[in-house]
């Protein structure tokens, strides 16, 4: 029989194994969304009069 220790290592180990499955095949479905084209917002102005 395993110890306390051992055991709560695997299941830490277990569950980052897992959340690290899901993040990766989430973002991988998203990746196919980042070829959408969106306008650019900036900052610049074209009149500068009010300075």
């Known amino acids: 029989m395993l ?3 051992t055991m709560i290592n695997l299941v830490w180990t277990a569950m980052i ?3 690290l ?5 989430l973002y991988q ?6 070829d959408m ?4 917002v900036t900052g610049r ?6 300075y």
């Open 21 to 25: 499955t899901a993040t990766v095949t």
């Open 3 to 5: 110890d306390k220790i």
């Open 37 to 40: 084209n969106y306008p650019q």
């Open 17 to 19: 194994a897992v959340m």
């Open 45 to 50: 102005y074209s009149d500068l009069s009010y």
């Open 29 to 34: 479905d998203k990746s196919q969304l980042a």
